[in-house]
């Protein structure tokens, strides 16, 4: 390990973060909180044509209200800044002509018409077109025109691009740290544009150029950058720089089927691919998920403790983080397994603060309950619950008396002495001096007791005129919080319309 570990999330603001995206971020941090490095944010913005206003504000919005936040980055200068390739602009060229210099690189002047002319004439003859070593010679570049022709087309201002010469026949062993030893051959590989006509750098050279620069020891990154490897590796070569060690994090798959995982898949299943909402999609902070639960099952997607421990706090995770542990097979996305996580970090919430996630949604019909009966509502119902949205939509009735009742539950359960037996009850009820859960099970069960009938055919129906249904906690329970006046009336209530 080098003296100190430095790792980078180098984004492109062209939308919104993907949680695959958001994986990859965690898994930086995770390593460098694991050794004491850096965690550097870099906007890899040089495309200006795939700029989307707003991603950037929502990667770093993303990514702290995950809880990861990054050392250095935009706002936060470290000595190694900018961290924006746009704000870098003024850099990258020089390198681009130190490759031509020493003729690893070259200019090329084919226009998109002339590359598309000549890539159809291959294709008619069978062949498919890559800008290489079989073709190069054939096209519009400093390597196969006159050195005065190159000068004149440079001088007289016409568009060129800075492309790298990859050697015809080499075999290449790349190594990394998920996957081993990869050998590929430089005959296939094609001559990457490394500077654009627009005076920006492509990826590519800004990538490396900047990896460089800012002293990256560790590229961790998606596997779908596997391909650019080879070129990374002849660039790191080109220049005579130290390569730092590279890790591909496998693919997310799709819940079911082939392919990674897309928007497509969340918006045909119903779960949110995104950190937060982005347009039309909902993201995991809006759909109630907490940056916990998100954090953990994130984590867990690729990678595994080494023991069958599933729950994992961000300190654990620093703890325990090891590339060596990373699966080379992609991660198959399950949204129940979401879910889960959410309602193991939903349990270890306190009431109150439940009681606040509530209020996020309702607001309004709140308003009049007070908190320590909120605690009590939701003290009562989260067992249940994977989100707060699920204690509001399960719990309706602990905030407002049944509109209607279960119709199959009351032709069950509410049968002609049903009524008689509801309001004897009331009579038992308005009796008592306390309401606690405990008193009311021991004095109806005496009394259930006496009249020598079963306890469901109380249990139910009276159930059925709290609740409006037979779901839900215990009835005593309930019954407690609602209180003896608004027990009774919904008894009373119920009796009338049933
Ligand atoms: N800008 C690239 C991306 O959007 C970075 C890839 C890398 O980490 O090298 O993912």
């Known amino acids: 390990m080098p003296d100190k570990v430095r790792v980078r999330f180098a984004p492109?603001?062209?939308?919104?973060?993907?949680?695959?995206?958001?994986?990859?971020?965690?898994?930086?941090?995770?390593?460098?909180?694991?050794?004491?490095?850096?965690?550097?944010?870099?906007?890899?913005?040089?495309?200006?044509?795939?700029?989307?206003?707003?991603?950037?504000?929502?990667?770093?919005?993303?990514?702290?209200?995950?809880?990861?936040?990054?050392?250095?980055?935009?706002?936060?200068?470290?000595?190694?800044?900018?961290?924006?390739?746009?704000?870098?602009?003024?850099?990258?060229?020089?390198?681009?002509?130190?490759?031509?210099?020493?003729?690893?690189?070259?200019?090329?002047?084919?226009?998109?018409?002339?590359?598309?002319?000549?890539?159809?004439?291959?294709?008619?003859?069978?062949?498919?077109?890559?800008?290489?070593?079989?073709?190069?010679?054939?096209?519009?570049?400093?390597?196969?025109?006159?050195?005065?022709?190159?000068?004149?087309?440079?001088?007289?201002?016409?568009?060129?691009?800075?492309?790298?010469?990859?050697?015809?026949?080499?075999?290449?062993?790349?190594?990394?740290?998920?996957?081993?030893?990869?050998?590929?051959?430089?005959?296939?590989?094609?001559?990457?544009?490394?500077?654009?006509?627009?005076?920006?750098?492509?990826?590519?050279?800004?990538?490396?150029?900047?990896?460089?620069?800012?002293?990256?020891?560790?590229?961790?990154?998606?596997?779908?950058?596997?391909?650019?490897?080879?070129?990374?590796?002849?660039?790191?070569?080109?220049?005579?720089?130290?390569?730092?060690?590279?890790?591909?994090l496998p693919l997310i798959l799709k819940p079911v089927g082939k392919g990674k995982l897309s928007k497509r898949d969340g918006e045909k299943l119903g779960f949110p691919v995104f950190p937060l909402s982005w347009e039309q999609s909902i993201g995991y902070r809006e759909a109630g998920y907490y940056p916990e639960a998100v954090v953990n099952f994130l984590a867990m997607l690729g990678w595994n403790p080494g023991d069958d421990r599933e729950i994992l706090s961000l300190d654990e995770l620093v703890e325990l983080f090891s590339l060596e542990r990373v699966h080379k097979a992609g991660a198959r996305f399950d949204p129940d397994k979401t879910k889960w996580y959410n309602h193991h970090y939903l349990q270890q919430r306190t009431d109150i603060k439940l009681v606040n996630d509530l209020k996020k949604y309702s607001e309004p019909e709140l308003s009049s309950f007070s908190d320590s009966y909120l605690e009590k509502v939701v003290g009562l119902l989260k067992e249940r619950a994977d989100f707060a949205l699920d204690i509001w939509t399960q719990g309706r009735y602990f905030f407002s008396p049944p509109e209607n009742y279960n119709e199959k539950a009351a032709k069950k359960h509410w049968k002609n002495d049903t009524a008689d037996l509801m309001m004897e009850l009331v009579g038992l009820l308005q009796k008592l001096d306390s309401f606690s859960a405990s008193e009311l099970e021991s004095h109806l069960k005496s009394w259930i007791g006496q009249k020598e009938i079963g306890f469901g055919k109380i249990m139910a129906p009276l159930r059925l005129t709290l609740v409006g249904d037979l779901k839900g906690p215990g009835v005593f329970d309930i019954m407690e919080l609602l209180g003896k006046q608004e027990s009774i009336a919904r008894i009373n209530n119920a009796v009338e319309r049933l």
């Open 12 to 248: 492109s603001p062209t939308g919104p973060l993907h949680i695959g995206g958001v994986r990859t971020a965690l898994y930086n941090y995770l390593f460098a909180r694991k050794h004491q490095g850096s965690f550097v944010l870099r906007i890899e913005d040089t495309d200006q044509n795939r700029f989307v206003e707003g991603a950037e504000e929502y990667i770093l919005e993303a990514l702290q209200w995950c809880g990861i936040p990054f050392d250095e980055g935009p706002g936060k200068e470290s000595g190694f800044g900018p961290y924006r390739q746009s704000e870098r602009g003024h850099l990258y060229g020089k390198y681009a002509e130190i490759l031509v210099e020493s003729g690893k690189a070259y200019y090329a002047f084919d226009t998109a018409e002339q590359l598309q002319h000549y890539r159809g004439k291959m294709e008619a003859q069978g062949h498919t077109f890559i800008y290489n070593w079989q073709n190069r010679e054939q096209l519009k570049n400093s390597l196969s025109l006159p050195e005065s022709e190159v000068s004149d087309l440079i001088n007289s201002g016409t568009p060129y691009v800075i492309r790298y010469k990859m050697p015809e026949d080499q075999k290449m062993e790349l190594s990394d740290l998920i996957r081993g030893q990869i050998e590929i051959d430089t005959k296939i590989l094609d001559d990457k544009v490394l500077f654009k006509s627009d005076g920006m750098p492509t990826y590519h050279l800004a990538n490396i150029v900047d990896d460089h620069l800012m002293e990256i020891t560790h590229v961790i990154r998606g596997e779908e950058w596997l391909p650019s490897l080879a070129l990374h590796y002849q660039l790191y070569d080109a220049f005579g720089w130290e390569k730092p060690a590279f890790a591909h």
